[in-house]
C-alpha cells in the first residue's frame, strides 16, 4: 500500500520560512518523480515544483521560482519543499504527489501522478 505522509506545515508571518516535509512508503521511490501540488480555499489543484528522479533536475512554478526549493533524499525516502519569503497567496493546503513521467509536457500535470498525500495546512499572516 503506497502512503506519501506530509508534515511541516504551520502558521507563519509574510516573509518567513517553511520547511515541508513528504515521506513516501510502499513504492520504488527511484522509479518515480516526486512533486508539490497546492490548494486554496475555492480554487483549482495547482502545480508548485517538481523532482526528477535523481534529483538533478527540478521545475517550478512561476509563482515561486526563487523563493521555493525542493530536494529529495533517495536513501531516506524523503521530498522536500523549502519555502521562503512566503506570501499570504501562498496560503494553502501543501499535498505531495508521486508519479513516473517527468517529460516536459507531464510533469507539471495533475493527472499525471498517480499518488497523493492527504496535504499540510500552510497559512501565511500579512
Known amino acids: 500500500q503506497v502512503q506519501l505522509v506530509e508534515s511541516g506545515g504551520g502558521l507563519v508571518q509574510a516573509g518567513g520560512s517553511l520547511r515541508l516535509s513528504c515521506t513516501a512508503s510502499?513504492?520504488?521511490?527511484?522509479?518515480?518523480?516526486m512533486a508539490w501540488f497546492r490548494q486554496a480555499p475555492g480554487k483549482e489543484r495547482e502545480f508548485v515544483a517538481a523532482?526528477?528522479?535523481?534529483?538533478?533536475?527540478?521545475t517550478y512554478a512561476d509563482s515561486v521560482k526563487g523563493r521555493f526549493t525542493i530536494s529529495r533524499d533517495n536513501a531516506k525516502n524523503m521530498v522536500y519543499l523549502q519555502m521562503n519569503n512566503l506570501k499570504p497567496e501562498d496560503t494553502a493546503v501543501y499535498l505531495c504527489?508521486?508519479?513516473?513521467?517527468?517529460?516536459?509536457?507531464?510533469?507539471?500535470?495533475?493527472?499525471?501522478?498517480?499518488?497523493w498525500g492527504q496535504g499540510t495546512q500552510v497559512t501565511v499572516s500579512s
Open positions: 504527489a508521486g508519479g513516473r513521467d517527468y517529460s516536459a509536457v507531464g510533469r507539471n500535470l495533475k493527472t499525471t501522478y498517480d499518488y
Open positions: 510502499g513504492l520504488a521511490f527511484l522509479n518515480y518523480a
Open positions: 523532482i526528477q528522479w535523481s534529483g538533478s533536475s527540478t
